[in-house]
């Protein structure tokens, strides 16, 4: 038996899965988010610790034979946040998330400081990244940094809780701009660019790796006779394609999530830093991936239905196959965007409107207006030199196949749906666990779900999509200040 523990923004999730990879049990805790000042996006540690005490007691109390009975504990978590530890480990202040993006300035600061980062982290430095907060704490907190003497990340530090190691995995670690990306080490001109050195980072492992065993104090609270081992785990999207048996070079899986993310795997370190591509380790040894990511997918849709006054699902029930193009126009940059503008300032819009323009015609627009932004992102990893015949489709709006439809033709690329089309980082955690605990290859567990439909993109459809796509990009390119936050 094997338990895979998920650390998002909104929640922890704790899964059992069994030895024939089945979902025996899950429980899920809420996580709620401060934003003490605009643009900042905190967390509380202990509120981790204690979600997962949550999680993993309920699921003693539903299935406790199970609990006793694992052997194996993965990790998956959300990125870049940074937790500050002091001397004696105990967290210095609230962790910096992900999403925060107060840290602009800095991270000007940090390539000017190391000018070849990017080509040896692989990214383009972000306020999303680690790297940026910790020089944003050491101009703004330098009491904090000066008292700083480990800096993990939120699932290194709840390895932390459970074991009492300080330890990280490549996947993750590929997120901080720490990490020298091809040679999955850390790198010592980066950590030097904001004050740091090895001494204030955990030890690296791969992802499939041991990584320490539970504290036998827990193990007995939990009714485990035995502590288990807990692997190396993963960042929060390599965890998800560990689920979804992503793992071969040209495996690639489209997420439309509350952000759009386009993930392949890749042979080698392949980074393409200057069209906002994220080039990561993935979390099975020597193997990498790149990820192009719109910041507004689902949650473009989410924030349409808000104005509109209608549910998501009756607003998708509107549109009908087959489709020709919606004459109107939709950017989905309502937060800014990632691959290939790595624009914060820029904003969304709706074009071509006429007195015929109605809701379904809007609706359409923004599912193709996210769908054009997934292009951009495919073409950038194209770019690249990455191949991408086909992918799976994740996450809540895959669950429209009018959507899909509209995305296999913008991207003209078949889009298979799956079995478990919304299968979580947990899920993935808990296959790393087992790795770790058997030694298995990857090949033979982290196997793809059944294909419930390969849909085809319409060639007649792709086409009109084509002309689209450039009116698209002309309006981004053309309206200039028109869109941005001044």
Not at 163 to 172: R, V
Not at 225 to 233: D, L, R, S
Not at 255 to 261: A, E, K, P, Q, Y
Not at 331 to 358: C, I, K, M, Q
């Amino acid at each position: 038996m094997f338990l895979g523990l998920d650390y998002g923004t909104s929640a922890v999730k704790a899964l059992l899965v069994d030895g024939e990879q089945n979902v025996i049990a899950s429980e899920s805790v809420h996580l709620s988010v401060s934003r003490p000042k605009p643009g900042h996006s905190e967390q509380n540690p202990a509120d981790w610790w204690d979600a997962t005490l949550e999680a993993v007691e309920a699921l003693k109390r539903s299935h406790p034979a199970q609990l006793a009975a694992v052997s194996g504990i993965g990790l998956s978590g959300q990125m870049h946040g940074a937790v500050l530890l002091g001397a004696n480990g105990a967290v210095l202040r609230p962790a910096i998330l992900w999403n925060d993006v107060r840290s602009v300035a800095e991270c000007a600061e940090f390539e000017s400081a190391m000018p070849d980062s990017r080509s040896v982290t692989g990214n383009i430095a972000m306020p999303g990244f680690t790297a940026p907060k910790l020089l944003w704490v050491r101009k703004h907190e330098p009491d904090i940094f000066a008292a700083t003497r480990t800096v993990l990340l939120p699932k290194a530090w709840i390895r932390f809780q459970l074991s009492g190691d300080m330890i990280e995995e490549m996947s993750d670690a590929a997120g901080t701009l720490w990490l020298d990306v091809g040679r999955r080490d850390w790198s010592d001109a980066a950590l030097a660019a904001t004050g740091l050195d090895r001494s204030h980072m955990p030890s690296l492992v791969e992802g499939s790796a041991p990584a320490g065993r539970l504290k036998p104090e827990l193990a007995a609270r939990w009714g485990m006779t035995t502590p288990p081992v807990i692997a190396g785990g993963a960042g929060d999207n390599a965890a998800g394609a560990i689920g979804l048996g992503a793992i071969r070079p040209g495996d690639a899986f489209v997420s439309l999530g509350t952000s759009g993310v386009l993930f392949a795997c890749t042979d080698r370190f392949r980074p393409y830093p200057d069209a906002a591509v994220h080039a990561f380790c993935h979390a099975v040894p020597g193997s990498w991936h790149q990820m192009g990511v719109t910041l507004s997918a689902a949650s473009s849709l989410a924030w349409w239905a808000g104005v509109a006054g209608q549910k998501e699902a009756a607003l998708l029930d509107e549109i009908r196959l087959p489709l020709k193009p919606a004459e109107a126009l939709f950017l989905p940059y309502l937060g800014g965007e990632r691959t290939p503008h790595n624009d914060g300032a820029v904003r969304g819009a709706f074009a071509g409107l006429s007195y015929d323009t109605d809701r379904p015609a809007l609706t359409q627009a923004v599912l193709e207006g996210v769908a054009f932004s997934m292009r951009d992102c495919l073409d950038a990893l194209r770019a690249s030199g990455t191949q991408i015949d086909s992918a799976s489709v994740i996450g809540g709006g895959s669950r429209s196949r009018s959507w899909i439809a509209i995305i296999a033709s913008a991207l003209d690329l078949p889009l298979k749906r799956l079995e478990a089309g919304e299968t979580g980082g947990a899920f993935g955690a808990a296959r790393l666990a087992r790795l770790a605990v058997t030694g298995e290859s990857p090949d033979i567990i982290c196997t793809p779900p059944n294909t419930v439909e390969i849909v085809a993109p319409d060639p007649g459809l792709a086409a009109q999509y084509n002309e689209r796509l450039a009116r698209y990009r002309a309006l981004h390119r053309n309206a200039g200040d028109a869109l941005r936050v001044l």
